[in-house]
């Protein structure tokens, strides 16, 4: 395996295919869960985490798996792993727990995982899978950053809960109602398809001339 | 190797698929039970002081609690940490002060709010028999209109709020009823915010659902729970 | 001589879209006069600093390629002016900007900009700003007030991303307090108190937090429907469904319900019906259509006036009317002569309908204005456009 490779699979996630803003998937905890930087941190970190650990186990046990009860297997070990996830973090904190809510267990009907177990961790061994697991939920985490800190600057005029603007701050209520959700992520797929855009240009004018 | 053969797709044999999933059902059940047990001290430790903390919030003089549960039938029963209420019963926190004196009553309540069920904690005051006041453990009311509750002045002097058992023990004096913004004349009723009508009634009827069945329940333990046993 | 074959229309009216605009935006003036003579100061700010908003929004999406047309067809100024008048005077004039910002570029340019927009860009920018500060674009500032024209209104002046100041607090220390604003609607939905029609028509008398005079409006609205630069059966059909409804519910039980003049004149409904309903991008073009889009409007606002939380629905009930402007025209279709209209209930196929689609229209029309959807930083210049096939070295 050599280092080009690992950097690949890493960076797919990150940017070529990012799970937010490239393939649109996850959008139900991407919308719901997004209120504060905080939040979308630890639902990134949660769901990087079952990522991870569930493609691990899928491409160790990839040779194992009948591929008649393929799926039912993934769900099984993706389930696993977010009941886990689920335990710690109500170990680590409750307050936080209550703002997650019923999206922690939502993790597993997440299509992100269930996507990466079947397209990928299935036919790659278990290092290179984990690393793409780990592009992708990073990827996944920026995602909701990008959201959840527009959403919490605008809403809330904090960001992770330090106030920016002091006290006569005019938060915006729509921001961490939904259909603030829904502007914020039209708005960043708005500017990344018009990067993408202004770098194609860019290309096909370098290869006029 | 005739050309039927050839489309058909191998098929695992039974045994076989019946032992990979045995052993993956067994690998997952291993990896839950461990962190199951692993974080198990921690979250109950984590409930016990988000309920004292919630506790605390609306019994400010309270500095140590205690858990109990009252039956349908009237029997006052303490619970342990962690024991669950036994069903039929209402599940309180008594409030102790620095002397182990009574400090006030804690219960909750829940009711359906704008947006979703709106839980509270609520503190009842034995000497004066009142409701003197109430924290949020959940709700999802509309930023800036529904979670006017916890900090408009207006809805805030409401309380105290008259909840006294009615002669024969069975349900409250008056019942608790939210009125119209300006309108009350009771010192039961509450008083809603102009233009958050809805989430104001939630909190009235989650008080009085509680209420109406706990404080006269309660009448008869009273001078039991006055010191902490 | 050259002979140029293209389809119809082969007679044209010689009104172009910035004539309609234009004076659509001259029959506003009066309105927003009088505006400013109501609230003075902060209502002239206002007026300025949301279309400039409009403006400058629309002056960028045009400039970077997404969206059609030229920012000197009024149409930006229309929508600010509109914008303005439906918020409150003592707005702050930050938010007035945003909402500015979201109505041009949330209701206008991501549909690709004018003639292409589905809701009204004024009401996108209003429900956005009701959304996003619900608290301020309820209060209200009494009207004329003493020292109007030397002072702002406190609220107006609240720094950017900045909570505005207390109005109560503001009114207390003009003494004022008695005046305290809160519209005629919501005076009648959360306090019980009827405005008379009388005060509310002619929008003179006392302090009433109310916007411009119904009667003015509806003046300036006669003026653009006598020039035929509005279609009258709209506003009609909404006041006329709004006044029928109104009056049926009155006559069911007058203690619950306001009568139908309180109705009909207060709020913006006159507003909406005579300028904000008949925007001709969002409404209905067949006549039918528009009686069935004006009912369907004036009654959802009765509705959610009555029994809904909100005091207001004029900008819900014109929205929700621009939704399904679409399928009011399929539904609404007039029959081609020749065609039976019996013909049409059985399953005998449906006569002309052609689809606007850019190929449907002939070359010199087409390229008058090109709508190109797409996002370019550094536009190229409008010689090289137009030979788009010639390779640019």
Redesign the interface.
């Known amino acids: 395996m050599s280092q080009a490779r690992n950097w690949d699979e890493f960076m797919e996630g990150i940017w070529r295919q990012n799970p937010v803003f490239v393939m649109v998937l996850g959008m139900c905890p991407t919308l719901a869960v997004t209120v504060s930087g905080i939040n979308a941190l630890s639902m990134g970190v949660a769901t990087t985490f079952v990522l991870i650990c569930s493609c691990g ?1 899928v491409s160790l ?1 990839r040779k ?6 393929r799926i ?2 993934y769900i ?2 993706i ?3 977010v ?2 996830v689920d ?2 973090i ?6 936080l727990y ?1 703002a997650l809510g019923a999206f922690i267990q939502l993790i597993v009907v997440n299509c992100i995982i269930l996507g990466r177990a079947e397209a990928h961790a299935s036919k790659t061994p278990p290092a290179p899978a984990m690393v793409n697991a780990l592009g992708m939920g990073i990827g996944f985490t920026i995602g909701l950053l990008a959201l959840g800190c527009v959403r919490e600057i605008l ?1 809330a ?1 904090t960001l992770f809960g330090i106030s920016l ?1 002091g006290a ?10 939904p ?1 603030g959700g829904f ?1 914020v992520l039209g708005a960043w797929l708005l500017l990344f ?2 990067l993408e ?2 770098k194609q ?1 860019k290309l096909a004018e370098v290869r ?2 | 190797m005739s050309h039927a053969t050839d489309l058909l797709p191998e ?2 044999p039974t045994a ?2 019946i032992r ?2 045995g ?3 067994m ?2 059940g291993v ?2 039970v461990a ?2 047990q ?2 198990y001290a ?2 109950q430790e ?2 016990r002081i ?1 309920v004292e903390r919630a506790v605390f919030k609306v019994i400010p003089r309270a500095k140590s609690i205690a858990e109990y549960a009252v039956s349908s039938a009237g029997e006052l029963k303490k619970l342990g940490a962690g024991e669950a209420a036994p069903t039929g019963s209402i599940k309180f926190y008594a409030g102790y002060d620095e002397a182990a004196r009574l400090a006030g009553i804690a219960a909750e309540g829940a009711a359906k709010g704008y947006a979703d069920t709106v839980r509270i904690l609520f503190a009842w005051d034995p000497a004066a028999a009142s409701v003197t006041g109430f924290g949020v453990v ?1 709700m999802r009311e ?3 209109i529904g979670d006017k509750i916890l900090v408009d002045a207006e809805f805030l002097a409401n309380f105290p709020l008259e909840a006294k058992p009615s002669d024969d023990r069975l349900v409250l004096a008056h019942e608790i009823r939210t009125v119209k913004h300006g309108s009350k004349t009771n010192p039961w009723e509450v008083d809603a915010i102009a233009g958050a009508t809805i989430t104001s009634r939630a909190i009235g009827k989650a008080i009085n659902d509680t209420a109406q069945t706990l404080v006269p329940r309660l009448a008869p333990h009273l001078d039991k729970l006055k010191e902490k046993s | 001589m050259s002979i140029e074959i293209r389809s119809a229309p082969h007679i044209k009216a010689p009104k172009s879209v910035e004539t309609i605009m234009r004076h659509v935006v001259w029959s506003l003036v009066p309105v927003c006069a009088f505006f400013v003579f109501q609230y003075g100061l902060s209502a002239l700010a206002s007026l300025v600093v949301v279309t400039a908003s409009c403006l400058a929004t629309e002056r960028w999406f045009v400039k970077t390629g997404t969206q059609s047309g030229d920012i000197s067809d009024y149409s930006a100024v229309i929508t600010g002016l509109l914008l303005a008048l439906s918020l409150p005077p003592g707005f ?1 004039l930050w ?1 007035g900007a945003v909402a500015g910002f979201v109505a041009i570029a ?1 209701g206008k340019a991501l549909f690709g900009g004018i003639g292409f927009n589905v809701f009204n860009p004024a009401l996108v920018g209003r429900a ?1 700003a009701q ?4 608290q ?1 674009i309820a209060t209200y500032s009494p009207s004329f007030l003493p020292g109007r024209f030397t002072e702002f209104v406190p609220s107006s002046l ?2 950017p ?4 100041a207390d109005m109560m607090l503001w009114l207390k220390a003009k003494q004022l307090d008695a005046l305290a604003g809160a519209t005629p609607l919501a005076k009648w939905k959360f306090e019980g108190v009827l405005a008379g029609a009388e005060e509310l028509v002619t929008s003179l008398s006392g302090h009433m937090a109310v916007g411009p005079s119904p009667a003015l409006i509806l003046l300036c609205g006669a003026y653009l429907a006598l020039r035929r630069f509005m279609d009258w059966r709209i506003p009609a059909a909404i006041l006329g469904s709004a006044g029928l409804t109104a009056w049926l519910l009155f006559a069911l039980s007058p203690e619950r319900f306001p009568n139908p003049f309180f109705m009909l004149f207060s709020g913006g409904l006159i507003l909406g019906a005579v300028y904000m309903a008949t925007d001709m991008a969002t409404s209905p073009v067949t006549p039918k259509g528009m009686w069935v889009y004006g009912a369907l409007i004036g009654l959802l606002t009765v509705i959610i006036r009555y029994y809904s939380g909100l005091p207001e629905g004029v900008m819900y009930a014109i929205l929700l009317g621009n939704a399904l402007t679409p399928l009011i025209e399929k539904v609404t279709q007039p029959t081609p002569f020749g065609k039976s209209a019996l013909a049409r209930l059985g399953h005998a196929k449906r006569g002309a309908s052609y689809p606007l689609h850019p190929g449907y229209i002939s070359r010199e029309d087409a390229g008058a204005v090109t709508p190109k959807k ?4 550094n536009k190229p210049k409008r010689d090289e456009r137009r030979k788009p096939n010639e ?3």
């Open positions: 186990l046990l194992l798996i009948p591929k008649e009860v039912a297997t099984v070990i389930a696993t792993f009941t886990v335990y710690v109500q170990a680590v904190s409750l307050a209550d809403g005029g603007f006569g701050f005019q938060p915006w209520v729509v921001m961490v109602l259909p502007f398809a018009a855009r202004r240009r006029h001339v | 098929t695992t076989a698929m990979t999933l052993l993956i059902a690998i997952c990896i839950i962190a199951y692993g974080t921690a979250v984590n409930k988000a959940a509309t930023p800036g | 702050p938010m949330l956005f959304a996003a500060f619900p301020a609240a720094l991303l900045m909570r505005p797409r996002f370019m930083w390779p640019r070295d």
